[in-house]
């Protein structure tokens, strides 16, 4: 199958911190897994080395802003000579218990080097459908840091690689396969530590009470944090901001089973440079949906990706400028989007609770 595309990315201005947030409901209890690439965190010492000194702050709230939960994670260390790529995460794992409810997790880190201190928002809701086990996360051991590696091939080099896997089952044993070799544990800790020298494409079996779920190492990545955050028809519904109308019936078409798969080569058809881990154009776009999620989204009313607001965001990126007319009450009446090299003005109007319609839609 052939797919066309039409991008329509121009350069923006706006501001996204590179950490990334997936979640997982259990039975009993919510986990969230917060990846950092460590360039993110580490000033450079010397020509080799590096010293980071940061705390990491995790709030989460419920749809009213009630605090529900907080905690604090401390990143220090001082000459790291890294045996490890920059790129690679430094990893955060938290858990909570939650009702089924709609809610937000709320990320920011202080740097003793950097002035700025960066946050993000991260909505998500609980339902009644919650998961028995979490996807398997493997974290590299390099002389005491924890590292997440973007390849398999980092495991190999760790001293030794801790796997976490949640799960809200009581096992009866658990089985993680390293290629040829096995190993049986019996444990209700989520956690298990080996050396490892040589990692084959691991993967783990639980078993309970006459079950058992098998689940493979998370090779994480920006795209899988994407994903698990939006599904393949979400992603097809972004993608119509940017790609020709044949392009999208053609993927329309693709059964559901299928379709995060044809996603995913159409993404590696237009990727600038394929001989690198990431997908420029992909990551783009990426960055253009959680930043509509986080700012234009109306809580019980509307996600910010699929706002008006969301929509221009995703297609031409950050205004040139934006101006507001308010009303009486004090609250915007009326947001200009101006973008003067498309020569365009978009005109949004307040309808009541913080949600923004676009004053004649059919001329974009």
């Not at 450079?44 to 990491?56: G, H, L, M, N």
């Not at 995790?58 to 605090?67: C, K, P």
């Not at 409810?101 to 609980?126: A, D, H, V």
């Given at each position: 199958?052939?797919?066309?595309?039409?991008?329509?990315?121009?350069?923006?201005?706006?501001?996204?911190t590179?950490?990334?947030?997936?979640?997982?409901?259990?039975?009993?209890?919510?986990?969230?897994y917060?990846?950092?690439?460590?360039k993110?965190?580490?000033?450079?010492?010397?020509?080799?080395?590096?010293?980071?000194?940061?705390?990491?702050h995790?709030?989460?709230?419920?749809?009213?802003?009630?605090?529900i939960?907080?905690?604090?994670?401390?990143?220090?260390?001082?000459?790291?000579?890294?045996?490890?790529?920059?790129?690679?995460?430094?990893?955060i794992?938290?858990?909570?218990?939650?009702a089924?409810?709609?809610?937000?997790?709320?990320?920011?880190?202080?740097?003793?080097?950097?002035?700025?201190?960066?946050?993000?928002?991260?909505?998500?809701?609980?339902?009644?459908?919650?998961?028995r086990?979490?996807?398997l996360?493997?974290i590299?051991h390099?002389g005491?840091?924890r590292?997440?590696?973007?390849?398999?091939?980092?495991?190999?080099?760790?001293?030794?690689?801790?796997?976490?896997q949640?799960?809200?089952?009581?096992?009866?044993?658990?089985?993680?396969?390293?290629?040829s070799?096995?190993?049986?544990?019996?444990?209700?800790?989520?956690?298990?530590?080996?050396?490892?020298?040589?990692?084959?494409?691991?993967?783990?079996?639980?078993?309970?009470?006459?079950?058992?779920?098998?689940k493979?190492?998370?090779?994480?990545?920006p795209?899988?944090?994407?994903?698990?955050?939006?599904?393949?028809?979400?992603?097809?519904?972004?993608?119509?901001?940017?790609?020709?109308?044949?392009?999208?019936?053609q993927?329309?078409?693709?059964?559901?089973?299928?379709?995060?798969?044809?996603?995913?080569?159409?993404?590696?058809?237009?990727?600038?440079?394929?001989?690198?881990?990431?997908?420029?154009?992909?990551?783009?776009?990426?960055?253009?949906?959680?930043?509509?999620?986080?700012?234009?989204?109306?809580k019980?009313?509307v996600?910010?990706?699929?706002?008006?607001?969301?929509?221009i965001?995703?297609k031409?990126?950050?205004?040139?400028?934006?101006?507001?007319?308010?009303?009486?009450?004090?609250?915007y009446?009326a947001?200009?989007?101006?973008?003067?090299?498309?020569?365009?003005?978009?005109?949004?109007?307040?309808?009541?609770?913080?949600?923004?319609?676009?004053?004649?839609?059919?001329?974009?």
């Open positions: 199958m052939r797919f066309g595309f039409a991008l329509f990315f121009l350069i923006s201005s706006f501001v996204l590179g950490f990334e947030i997936t979640h997982y409901d259990t039975r009993d209890q919510t986990w969230f917060i990846y950092i690439p460590y993110e965190i580490v000033k450079q010492q010397t020509d080799e080395a590096y010293q980071a000194e940061s705390k990491f995790v709030f989460v709230a419920d749809n009213s802003g009630r605090i939960n907080t905690a604090v994670f401390t990143v220090q260390f001082k000459n790291l000579v890294p045996q490890f790529g920059l790129d690679d995460y430094y990893p794992i938290f858990n909570t218990e939650l089924i409810g709609e809610y937000s997790l709320i990320c920011s880190w202080s740097n003793k080097f950097e002035l700025n201190q960066p946050s993000r928002t991260y909505l998500f809701s609980i339902d009644k459908y919650k998961r086990i979490t996807p996360l493997g590299a390099f005491g840091l590292v997440v590696p973007r390849q398999l091939k980092g495991y190999s080099q760790a001293d030794s690689v801790t796997f976490v949640g799960y809200s089952v009581v096992p009866d044993s658990v089985v993680l396969h390293l290629g070799k096995r190993q049986t544990l019996k444990s209700e800790k989520p956690e298990i530590q080996i050396t490892v020298l040589q990692l084959e494409t691991p993967f783990v079996t639980i078993y309970s009470k006459g079950d058992f779920w098998r493979n190492l998370i090779l994480f990545s795209a899988f944090a994407f994903q698990s955050r939006y599904n393949s028809k979400e992603q097809l519904r972004q993608l119509v901001h940017i790609i020709d109308k044949d392009t999208y019936r993927l329309k078409q693709i059964p559901s089973v299928e379709l995060q798969e044809a996603i995913n080569r159409w993404w590696k058809s237009i990727d600038p440079t394929p001989q690198t881990p990431l997908n420029e154009n992909r990551q783009h776009l990426y960055k253009r949906v959680l930043y509509a999620d986080e700012h234009f989204s109306v019980g009313l996600k910010g990706w699929r706002s008006d607001r969301g929509r965001f995703i031409y990126g950050q205004p040139d400028n934006i101006d507001v007319e308010p009303s009486r009450s004090g609250k009446h947001i200009f989007w101006s973008y003067y090299q498309l020569e365009k003005t978009f005109i949004f109007y307040d309808k009541g609770y913080g949600k923004y319609e676009l004053h004649k839609k059919w001329l974009d």
